[in-house]
C-alpha cells in the first residue's frame, strides 16, 4: 500500500513544487514506483515533469468536481516509475466549487483507494492557501513534510499552518503525521539563513530533516527545461541535496 | 482623491509583500500621504512595517466581515506618512465567510470610500490566490502592479492571472488598469534571468516598468528587524531600485 505524502506550506515561493518534482525523481531512480498529484492550479508540477500544457484534458479538476476514475487522469512523464495526475488552470475553480458538494473534504481521499496499491508513494503537491485543496491534500494524506525557506518571513506563517495541522488531525485525519521539516534555499553566503535556521530547529525541535536543499541557480533553470534539475544537471548542489534527501525519507520509516 | 494601487499575484514569493513595504516607504519618505491594506492573513506587510502581531486587535478581517468603520481600524506606523490597516491571522477564514456575504467582492472597495479623502495613495498587498481576497482588492483598485520574478515559473501563472483582470474589468471594475509589471529578484549572475526578463518584455510590450529589482540579500534582511530596507539600510541596491521605482511610479501620471 502507498505511503501518500502531501507537501505543503501557505507561504508562497518557498519550494514546494521543486521538492515535489525533485524529490519524487530521486525516488523514482531508486526504484520506487512514484505517482505525483498536481494539486496546484498554476500546474507548475506538470510543467515540471514535462507535461505540456495542452495535454492535461483529464487533470486533478476532473478527478475532484467530475468523479472519473483516477486510473483514468494518470499519465505517464518520460521518466521511468514516475506517473502524474496534472493540474491546469480550471483547478482554480475547485477551490469554490468544492465549498458545495458532499464530502467536500474527502474527494482526494476517496479517489486515490482505486490506486493506493499500484505505487510505493503518492506525493501530494500543494498550493500557497489553506483553502479546500491543501485540505484535501492534509485529509488524503499519511504523512506532511513542510518545506521552509531560510528567510524571516518563512516563520510568520507557520504558527498557522501547525494550527491548521492540528485541527486536522482532530477532525479530519487522525492520521496524519508531520514527517519533518526540510530546510530549502539555504543561502550560505546570508547570515540570516543560519538564524532562521537556527530558530526553525528551536521551533520543530527534533522534527528537522538533516539534509538542507541549498539556493542553486541549476535548480531554477531545470523547469524551464521540463526537467527535474536531477536530469538537467544531476552533479549540481541541488541534485545531490534532492538525492541526499530520498535517501534520508527512506531511511525514516513510515509509521502509520 | 487617493489612487488606489492593488499589488497582485497568485504566483508565490514574487516579492508583493516586499514591494508593497518598500514602494510605499519611498512614497511616504517623498512627503506623500500613504494607506497600506494588507489583504494577506499572513500578515507580512504588517510584521514589516513593525506592526506587533499581538496589536492588531482592529483589522482588515473586522473591516470586511465586521463591517466596521474603516478609519477605526487605522494605525499609524513608525514611518511618517505611511498608515496601515494590519491582517492577522483571522483573515484566512473570511475567504470563505466572504462567500456567503452581501455585496462580497464590493466590500473592500465600500469601506476605502470613507478615507479616500485623507490620501495620496492607497496600496493593497495581496495573497498568493486569485480568491475573494484579492477580487477585492482588483474590484477597489484604480491600478494594478505585477510584480514577476524572474525565474521560468513565474511566466506560467501569468495567462490566468490576465484572464482573471480581463473578467474583472468586464464584471466587476471597469476602471481597473494594469499600471505596469515589475521585474523582481533579478541577479545578473544568472542567465535565466535575462531569458525571463526578455520573455515578460516581450508578452506585456510596453509595460514593464524601466526599473528593475535585483535580488539583494539586505532586502531579505530588512524584515526580521520589522522595517522596511529604506531603513534599513537606504545605500544598498535594493533600497535604490525601491526608490528609483516610486519615481518613476510618480512620472506617470493616474490615467482613471
Ligand atoms: N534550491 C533552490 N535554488 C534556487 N532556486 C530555487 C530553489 N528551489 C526553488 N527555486 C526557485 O524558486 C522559485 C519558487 O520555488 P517553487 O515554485 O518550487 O516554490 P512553491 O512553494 O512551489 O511556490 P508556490 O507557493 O507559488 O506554489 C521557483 O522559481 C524555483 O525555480
Ligand atoms: N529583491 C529581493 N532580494 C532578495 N530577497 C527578496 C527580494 N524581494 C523579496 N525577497 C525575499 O523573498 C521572499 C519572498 O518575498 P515576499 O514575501 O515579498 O513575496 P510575496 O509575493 O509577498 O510572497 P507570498 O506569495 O507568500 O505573499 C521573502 O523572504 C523576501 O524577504
Ligand atoms: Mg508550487
Ligand atoms: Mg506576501
Do not use: W
Amino acid at each position: 500500500k502507498a505511503e501518500i505524502i502531501a507537501i505543503a506550506n501557505q507561504k508562497g515561493g518557498v519550494g514546494k513544487t521543486t521538492t515535489v518534482i525533485n524529490f519524487a525523481t530521486a525516488f523514482a531512480s531508486l526504484g520506487k514506483k512514484i505517482l505525483v498529484i498536481d494539486m496546484d492550479p498554476q500546474g507548475n508540477a506538470s510543467t515540471g515533469l514535462g507535461i505540456e500544457s495542452n495535454n492535461r484534458q483529464n487533470n486533478v479538476y476532473n478527478l475532484l468536481i467530475g468523479d472519473i476514475n483516477i486510473n483514468d487522469t494518470i499519465q505517464k512523464t518520460n521518466i521511468p516509475n514516475l506517473d502524474i495526475v496534472p493540474a491546469e488552470v480550471s483547478l482554480a475553480g475547485a477551490e469554490v466549487e468544492l465549498a458545495n458538494l458532499e464530502n467536500r473534504l474527502y474527494r482526494l481521499k476517496n479517489s486515490l483507494q482505486n490506486t493506493v496499491d499500484t505505487y510505493d508513494y503518492i506525493i501530494i503537491d500543494c498550493p500557497p492557501a489553506l483553502g479546500f485543496l491543501t485540505l484535501n491534500a492534509l485529509a488524503a494524506a499519511d504523512n506532511l513534510i513542510i518545506p521552509l525557506q531560510c528567510e524571516f518571513f518563512a516563520l510568520e506563517g507557520v504558527g498557522h499552518l501547525l494550527k491548521t495541522i492540528r485541527l486536522v488531525q482532530q477532525q479530519i485525519n487522525t492520521n496524519l503525521q508531520i514527517k519533518g521539516v526540510l530546510l530549502t534555499m539555504y543561502d550560505k553566503r546570508n547570515k540570516l539563513s543560519d538564524l532562521v535556521a537556527a530558530d526553525i530547529r528551536n521551533c520543530f525541535k527534533g522534527k528537522v530533516f538533516e539534509t538542507i536543499i541549498p539556493r542553486n541557480v541549476r535548480v531554477s533553470e531545470a523547469p524551464s527545461h521540463g526537467q527535474p534539475v536531477l536530469l538537467y544537471d544531476m552533479n549540481c548542489a541541488g541534485s545531490k541535496a534532492y538525492i541526499n534527501f530520498a535517501t534520508e525519507i527512506l531511511s525514516k520509516p513510515n509509521t502509520n
